[in-house]
């Protein structure tokens, strides 16, 4: 009886309660890491800006005078509709007529041009595809000169108004690009004229 009494005593092994572990718990203590701030150390850009020589400039300018003094005979239908142009551009009338006083003059300077300054890697790149843009322009602006030789030059009605029509078209697109490549160059800036930008670069 008395091993009887002695069971059932509360024992302080069989009435403890269950630890966490023996639920299934898994206690993970917080460790705490002190990373130290690295300082990243800052970054400098500088860009250097490179001006455009002045004779780059200059080259670059006077290439363009070529397509323009070739293109001048388109705006004569324009000049006498526009009398103030004329008188503007009455300066240039006299250079354009030394330019066409020596024989071949257009073709000595095309291709004086072409192949002193295009093809002659002593330039820089400015100022050969600023001069490559005017030898592409003034290959197109001989273009409508050509198909005036094959059709003729009618003298009135529906084909003198075509053909002052695209007269003063060519000489407004001329003088535009003139104008244009003129004064980016002079600023020392790279001129992208339509339709010939994209035909130069692929020739330098």
Do not use: W
């Amino acid at each position: 009886m008395a091993f009887i009494s002695l069971l059932r005593l509360p024992s302080p092994f069989l009435s403890r309660p269950p630890t966490v572990l023996s639920q299934g718990l898994i206690l993970i203590p917080k460790i705490k890491i002190n990373i130290p701030n690295q300082r990243r150390a800052p970054i400098s850009v500088s860009a250097v800006y490179t001006p455009t020589p002045a004779t780059d400039r200059l080259v670059s300018a006077l290439s363009y005078t070529l397509p323009f003094f070739n293109s001048i005979h388109y705006g004569r239908f324009f000049f006498a509709r526009v009398p103030a142009l004329a008188a503007a551009l009455s300066p240039v009338f006299p250079l354009l007529s030394v330019y066409r006083s020596f024989p071949y003059a257009s073709f000595v300077a095309f291709f004086a041009l072409y192949l002193g300054v295009v093809r002659n890697p002593a330039f820089s790149r400015y100022v050969r595809f600023n001069s490559m843009q005017a030898v592409v322009l003034d290959v197109f602006l001989a273009l409508p000169t050509l198909v005036q030789r094959i059709f003729g030059v009618p003298s009135r009605g529906i084909g003198f108004k075509i053909l002052e029509f695209g007269y003063n078209a060519v000489f407004l697109f001329s003088f535009g690009c003139f104008i244009y490549g003129l004064v980016s160059s002079v600023l020392g800036k790279t001129p992208y004229l339509p339709i010939v930008a994209s035909a130069a670069d692929r020739q330098l």
